[in-house]
């Protein structure tokens, strides 16, 4: 359509404009303002495959690097800790940040001590990685509920959800996939 094609153009030469910023060198992240409330954000981007639908950064998973990721991910906050910020909360996305639980959990107290502000935790997961065999308290999923994770929007709402491993999530995939499709929608996020 014609009409579709103009407002294509017209928002594209918009944003080219509205996000046009000029380079900065720094040797450092600046110092925090005076301002409360700051949100965290931990970006996780790894996936067991990658969906056509999602423009997050993302890549395929493999282990040695999303754990090399995640080790780079704590430095970096152990970083921003010696800057003086703090933040009210941590919201962990993705990819999939629930590809590796241990250190998902990890991340998660690390955060925690480092920034004793957080009183809110939000990670996102994938339908894959929650199911009923999974539905009990693993270490990772206790040190994530301390942190006070909400309830995922998959339908698993009465419990936040862990496995031991990716293996384990795929294995439980169908079950939760069946067991999802007898259990009553949620209607909170």
């Keep these: 359509m014609l009409s579709e094609r103009i407002i294509s153009n017209v928002l594209g030469v918009l944003n080219r404009r509205y996000l046009a910023t000029d380079p900065v060198d720094l040797d450092r992240l600046p110092a925090p303002p005076d301002s409360p409330g700051f949100v965290l954000y931990a970006h996780v981007p790894f996936c067991e495959r990658l969906c056509t639908y999602c423009s997050f950064n993302r890549f395929i998973y493999k282990e040695d690097r999303a754990r090399a990721y995640f080790s780079s ?81 998959t339908g698993c709402c009465g419990r936040w959800t862990a496995s031991a491993s990716t293996a384990q999530a795929r294995r439980s995939s169908s079950e939760s996939r069946r067991w999802r499709a007898s259990s009553p929608p949620s209607t909170s996020t």
């Design 73 to 153: 991910l704590r430095d970096e906050m152990r970083m921003v800790r010696t800057l003086g910020y703090d933040f009210a909360s941590l919201y962990v996305g993705g990819g999939t940040p629930t590809i590796l639980l241990d250190e998902l959990a990890e991340t998660i107290d690390l955060a925690r001590e480092l920034f004793p502000g957080i009183l809110e935790v939000s990670a996102e997961t994938s339908p894959n990685h929650l199911g009923p065999s999974s539905l009990t308290f693993s270490t990772a999923a206790s040190s994530a509920c301390r942190a006070g994770c909400k309830a995922s929007t």
